[in-house]
């Protein structure tokens, strides 16, 4: 089968049990939910068990230390593309566990250090670093970065410095890590213990392992390597890059609707995240359809065929092949139709009957993508597309304005006679605004906060 604009499918259809996806889904929810308690209380309900009666104060000053040592752990590992726990969480969820761990970790780095000179006044001279012995020095370092850290991202990404943010948010919270480390090393207490001094060494290891799986692996072989195959322009603003697998592969290797990082140097520092918009039933080649802002993404429109691209992923948990669903409800602001496409032609190459309906909200009519092929897509599945602009021409046709309730109720009185709109799961893709304003709605309809997916174009 062959889509206007795309290439041939040759791989062999797979189609998968949504029942089984959703279940083990949801099994890798629960274990990686696990794994993360574990890593965050573990060694503080250890000790707890270990220590016996001791003064409260001081109880108080161990606990929060290695509360906040923990927390700080799990906080390095959430962004760190740990493949699994991507897929299994999600973009999002991690994002949001990350920042409000950060800020549980900055408030039990507070409360440590207010325990431990409650409990020995006399302390309070450690935190003086030219008189302060290196354990006191490693703390003050560690507690002064960590307020600078939390103070950047309560301010949050200016535009036009995402870069310069991330590499001083990185920089800061390696910074936070090996001082918090070393305070814990060079006190000599718990890493002493028989106990405690292993379960400490895991939860380093821990970490280790996993900056050592996030920064080592490309440097091995091709792991990730791609060559453009064509750059192949959609809009005036917009282009789709279309990258062919170095080598064999084994067929499919993401599931639609998950994205992937992108460099241009095998061990270049700068990457930024793309959505992929291809099918997922060919993995040999994929697509990212890119819009052109900001120098990154301009750079992607220069490539020739045959240049190098490093692909880092997949990653994410926006597809609905983790759902156990009846029909989807697929809602998206420009760009932000790229999952919805690899969703939709992945579908298309599946033979899926099931509903789709397509939610499509533009500026104007030369920011509607793929309409061609869209077009086609409906001779091949249960598909409508309705189009929405907010600045119409004076002959356009169709929906204007924003996402509101009489679109969608337009839209869920369709479905109704599809099976049931509560059946149906709903993912929507865009600027924040578009997302949290479609949610309002959806929510005023009934919709099942369960069977609602979000991805934004924010993030950190």
């Known amino acids: 089968m062959s889509r206007p604009g795309?290439?041939?499918?040759?791989?062999?259809?797979?189609?998968?049990?949504?029942?089984?996806?959703?279940?083990?889904?949801?099994?890798?929810?629960?274990?990686?939910?696990?794994?993360?308690?574990?890593a965050l209380v573990g060694p503080s309900v250890i000790w707890m068990l270990r220590s016996g009666p001791q003064p409260l104060l001081h109880q108080m000053s161990v606990l929060t230390g290695l509360l906040a040592l923990s927390a700080l752990v799990v906080v390095a590992v959430l962004p760190s593309r740990v493949r699994g726990l991507s897929g299994a969480l999600g973009l999002e969820t991690l994002l949001g566990l990350h920042r409000r761990l950060g800020i549980l970790a900055g408030a039990l780095v507070a409360l440590h250090l207010a325990c431990v000179?409650?409990?020995?006044?006399?302390?309070?001279?450690?935190?003086?670093?030219?008189?302060?012995?290196?354990?006191?020095?490693?703390?003050?370092?560690?507690?002064?970065?960590?307020?600078?850290?939390?103070?950047?991202?309560?301010?949050?990404?200016?535009?036009?410095?995402?870069?310069?943010?991330?590499?001083?948010?990185?920089?800061?919270?390696?910074?936070?890590?090996?001082?918090?480390?070393?305070?814990?090393?060079?006190?000599?207490?718990?890493?002493?213990?028989?106990?405690?001094?292993?379960?400490?060494?895991?939860?380093?290891?821990?970490?280790?392992?996993?900056?050592?799986?996030?920064?080592?692996?490309?440097?091995?072989?091709?792991?990730?390597?791609?060559?453009?195959?064509?750059?192949?322009?959609?809009?005036?603003?917009?282009?789709?890059?279309?990258?062919?697998?170095?080598?064999?592969?084994?067929?499919?290797?993401?599931?639609?609707?998950?994205?992937?990082?992108?460099?241009?140097?095998?061990m270049s520092v700068e990457e930024h995240p793309f959505t992929i918009a291809s099918s997922a039933v060919d993995g040999g080649r994929i697509e990212f359809t890119v819009r052109h802002t900001g120098d990154f993404a301009s750079r992607l429109r220069e490539l020739r065929r045959g240049d190098p691209v490093w692909v880092d992923g997949p990653y994410g948990s926006f597809t609905p092949d983790a759902v156990p669903s009846t029909g989807f409800v697929l809602i998206a602001g420009g760009v932000g139709i790229t999952p919805m496409m690899s969703m939709l032609r992945t579908a298309a190459d599946r033979g899926d009957r099931r509903p789709y309906r397509l939610v499509v909200h533009a500026r104007d009519r030369a920011d509607l993508l793929f309409r061609a092929e869209l077009a086609h897509l409906r001779t091949l599945l249960d598909l409508q597309v309705t189009e929405v602009l907010r600045r119409p021409s004076r002959d356009w046709a169709g929906a204007?304005?924003?996402?509101?309730?009489?679109?969608?109720?337009?839209?869920?009185?369709?479905?109704?006679g599809a099976g049931g709109s509560r059946r149906h799961d709903y993912f929507i893709c865009g600027r924040p605004q578009l997302v949290s304003d479609v949610l309002d709605t959806l929510h005023s309809l009934g919709v099942p906060e369960d069977r609602v997916h979000t991805e934004q174009f924010a993030q950190v």
């Open 6 to 38: 795309s290439h041939q499918v040759t791989a062999p259809v797979r189609r998968d049990d949504p029942a089984d996806a959703w279940l083990a889904h949801r099994r890798a929810r629960l274990i990686w939910g696990s794994v993360l308690v574990t």
């Open 117 to 266: 000179v409650a409990d020995h006044p006399e302390r309070v001279w450690l935190l003086v670093p030219m008189s302060a012995p290196a354990r006191g020095q490693a703390a003050t370092i560690g507690t002064v970065a960590i307020a600078v850290l939390l103070l950047f991202a309560v301010r949050g990404v200016r535009s036009g410095t995402h870069e310069v943010w991330r590499w001083v948010h990185l920089s800061l919270a390696a910074l936070v890590v090996g001082a918090s480390s070393l305070h814990v090393l060079w006190l000599n207490n718990l890493v002493t213990d028989a106990v405690m001094g292993p379960v400490l060494g895991i939860l380093g290891l821990l970490l280790v392992g996993v900056l050592l799986v996030r920064w080592g692996m490309r440097a091995v072989g091709d792991a990730g390597e791609f060559r453009v195959h064509v750059v192949r322009p959609e809009s005036a603003t917009v282009s789709t890059l279309v990258l062919q697998r170095r080598g064999r592969h084994s067929g499919p290797w993401f599931r639609p609707g998950q994205f992937a990082w992108l460099r241009l140097e095998r």
């Open 400 to 416: 204007t304005g924003p996402i509101d309730t009489a679109l969608l109720s337009a839209v869920l009185t369709d479905l109704d």
